[in-house]
């Protein structure tokens, strides 16, 4: 059975540093893996979906690495910014109809 | 763009009570979900759908029901609320132009059962 663990359950850091957020998972054989932002209230926004035959996806001051062999992913956030606060999700699709598994999410806060 | 439309966003039931959470999406998505979120976890998926007519159960579809007789339209229902069905409801979508299609989420359906 797939499981999705992100470590840590929070995290707290000062504008402007560099992060990375981790993501990792039991069953090599994913479809693909997905990383999401949870804004308080809201439902999830999608942020990088990565192919199983991609090692990474990058938008703005996002970039998401993917290496399944070793089970894990990482989302980098760049020059984080008191917006960025909110919780990241990553999730795998293990094939091309199945469901998405997701994993607990990482609480970031951004300190002004 | 109204994307995924989830109603109510709050709802207050007595045990025991039946409702129906609205889904509806106007990207003309085949894949539909829905999941719940209880706090502090992640989200476990209840019901599917790949297309109108077909629904499929998730990880944890006890005490819930679901029908898709249109492509927009993916109603969750309870029939019997217990207080184990308190939790946070999201419907999504997705395209059916190949499962790399990201999912769009909807706001949320909030529901305590006392």
């Known amino acids: 059975k797939q499981e999705v663990t992100q470590i840590p359950a929070a995290l707290s850091v000062p504008e402007g540093e560099n992060l990375v957020l981790n993501c990792s998972f039991t069953d090599s054989a994913i479809y693909n893996l997905q990383w999401f932002r949870q804004d308080p209230g809201k439902g999830l926004t999608s942020l990088l979906l990565?192919?199983?035959?991609?090692r990474e996806q990058t938008s703005g001051r996002l970039n998401a690495s993917l290496d399944k062999s070793s089970g894990r992913s990482t989302l980098y956030i760049a020059a984080s910014q008191p917006g960025d606060s909110a919780t990241y999700l990553c999730a795998v699709r293990m094939n091309r109809d199945d469901k998405i598994i997701f994993g607990k999410g990482t609480r970031l806060h951004i300190l002004p | 763009n109204a994307g995924v439309t989830q109603t109510p966003k709050f709802r207050i039931l007595k045990i025991g009570q039946s409702m129906t959470l609205q889904c509806t999406q106007d990207m003309n998505h085949n894949y539909m979900y829905w999941y719940r979120q209880d706090p502090g976890m992640g989200l476990k998926l209840i019901y599917y759908s790949v297309g109108a007519g077909i629904t499929d159960k998730g990880e944890v579809p006890n005490g819930y029901n679901v029908s898709r007789s249109t492509t927009e339209d993916f109603p969750l229902r309870l029939e019997l609320a217990a207080p184990s069905q308190t939790s946070v409801y999201f419907c999504?979508?997705?395209?059916?132009?190949?499962?790399?299609?990201?999912?769009?989420f909807g706001d949320g359906t909030r529901l305590s059962i006392l």
């Open positions: 990565i192919q199983s035959s991609q």
């Open positions: 999504a979508s997705s395209s059916a132009e190949g499962p790399n299609q990201p999912q769009h």
